[in-house]
């Protein structure tokens, strides 16, 4: 890459700052004063500023794959089946960004970049899940669309309101910004009908374009979607202020 991109990805300015830290003649390659930020090196070109070694800060990786029915998405198993993680067999440790169940198919992530699985499953953030599923006791009703809506009370509490659309008699388009245990499967179940088939389509900006087990790694730009865009609520949530502890 070129020695201005390198120096930028090292953490020690701006590309643009870095041109000009270059013409400097503040860079060396392999010992020498290079003043072309265009230089070609990689990292066993022994690049130092102001003599110190400037080692680029690795990319984060992030990995869209669509699950498979019966892969868990924990890091491991203790029933020994398959995981999202040996699934794609990755020489990097990476680890699944949220839950599916092993029986929901669908769009799941996996990262080594710790901040931005925080904020793409917090629920203080609000990131959209899109989740179609195939229902029982079909026609879906208009009442239990409205229930959705408006929040469902499961035994841990109501539910946020849900984005709901009947998209066929028995399927569903649901959007929720909460992450509870098999919150879908409840809030369906609560409103009279029971999941038969569920899968994730979309998790904030990013839709499910992969088929059956297939995995790609996201781009920078995609990566970036992902950081900036988390869904409705821009700033976090303030959380609830707790009452002061009475003195004894
Ligand atoms: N809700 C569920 O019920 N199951 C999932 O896997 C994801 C969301």
Redesign the pocket.
């Known amino acids: 890459m070129r020695l201005s991109r390198y120096l930028a990805h090292g953490g020690i300015s701006s590309r643009r700052g870095a041109e000009e830290l270059i013409r400097d003649g503040r860079v060396t390659v392999a010992g020498e004063v290079v003043t072309d930020p265009a230089r070609d090196v990689d990292e066993d070109s022994s690049v130092r500023f102001d003599g110190k070694q400037v080692r680029p800060v690795e990319q984060p990786v992030v990995i869209a794959l669509n699950k498979p029915k019966g892969v868990v998405?924990t890091a491991k198993d203790t029933h020994d089946r398959p995981t999202v993680v040996t699934l794609i067999g990755a020489k990097r440790r990476l680890y699944p960004v949220g839950?599916?169940?092993a029986?929901?198919t669908g769009l799941i992530l996996l990262t080594d970049d710790g901040e931005l699985a925080n904020r793409l499953t917090h629920p203080r953030y609000g990131v959209p899940?899109t989740?179609r599923a195939t229902v029982a006791k079909a026609p879906i009703k208009e009442e239990a669309l409205e229930r959705l809506r408006t929040g469902v009370e499961l035994e841990d509490g109501m539910t946020a309101p849900a984005e709901a659309k009947r998209v066929a008699p028995d399927k569903i388009e649901l959007i929720?910004r909460e992450?509870?245990?098999?919150?879908?499967?409840?809030?369906l179940e609560e409103v009279g009908h029971p999941?038969k088939s569920?899968q994730?389509v979309a998790f904030g900006p990013l839709k499910l374009d992969l088929g059956e087990g297939a995995f790609r790694q996201l781009t920078k730009v995609e990566i970036e979607r992902l950081r900036s865009t988390p869904g409705a609520f821009q700033q976090p949530k303030r959380e609830a202020k707790r009452p002061p502890r009475k003195r004894r």
């Open positions: 998405s839950r599916l169940d029986d929901t899940k989740y929720i992450g509870k245990k098999r919150q879908v499967r409840r809030m999941v569920l994730r």
